[in-house]
């Protein structure tokens, strides 16, 4: 199971939200960048960024974004307010990996279906749901489709990859919600775990699912465990 330490940018700086609520804010690091860097030098094959702002619709760090994507060495997958073909060809143009589809995955499927035609094995979707139900723009807001359906939609479509934030246990240090990736696992389709991962245990019983991967975030800075540590867990 792969591995992916997450960089949150809000404002140019690395923070964390509690479950995706802006006005609960811990910044972590000055420096997007050099976080980027240290997780790469400590093994990290790829990193998962999300430009809050963009998300929001209240601001953009596509710049600092596509200099991690020139800069580091692990791959970079991105997403938060990514809306157009436009975005897409930018990021991907600038050195990212994989764009994440969020907000337009629920909103533009049509968009979706163009990226994965286009961009084969560069496109993955990020359904972020509260209580089974998709939240977009952010978090902020939502249509009352259930996740689980949403991601049908998408494999129906072509989508070889899925990140699923729970986002009831994003930034919690809760515990994953195991139940819910192992009903995803069964589509064919490879699915990213977030949310929730509070310890290397948590990482073990992922594994066991199986999950093509797990991202984490504010275990990592608050010293639960190093993204080392992680990856030897996981070996």
């Known amino acids: 199971m792969l591995f992916i330490p997450a960089i949150d940018i809000r404002k140019g700086k690395a923070v ?7 006005n609960q804010e811990t910044i972590y690091s000055e420096n997007p960048l050099e976080l980027a860097e240290a997780f790469a030098d400590s093994g990290a094959r790829r990193i998962h960024v999300v430009d ?48 994440v589809l969020g907000t337009v995955a629920l909103e533009n499927p049509q968009l979706v279906q163009w990226a994965v035609a286009n961009y084969p094995g560069q496109i993955t979707v990020g359904i972020d749901a509260k209580g089974g139900i998709v939240k977009v723009r952010g978090w902020l807001e939502g249509e009352g489709k259930l996740g689980m ?6 494999v129906d479509l072509g989508v ?24 995803l696992c069964k589509f064919p389709v490879r699915i990213i775990a977030s949310g929730g991962v509070s310890s290397l245990e948590d990482l073990k019983r992922l594994k066991k699912i199986p999950l093509y991967g797990v991202i984490a975030g504010r275990a990592i800075y608050e010293g639960k465990f190093t993204v080392r540590e992680a990856l030897e867990a996981l070996t």
């Open 160 to 183: 070889d990859e899925i990140i699923y934030t729970d986002i009831e246990k994003d930034g919690t240090l809760e515990g994953p919600n195991e139940q819910i990736y192992e009903e």
């Open 52 to 99: 809050l702002d963009a998300a929001k619709g209240d601001g953009s760090n596509r710049e600092i974004i596509c200099q991690l994507a020139k800069k580091t060495s692990a791959v970079i997958d991105t997403g938060g307010g990514v809306r157009t073909e436009s975005d897409i060809e930018e990021l991907l143009g600038a050195g990212v990996s994989r764009v």
């Open 149 to 154: 359906d949403l991601a049908r939609e998408m």
């Open 16 to 22: 964390r939200l509690f479950q995706g609520d802006y």
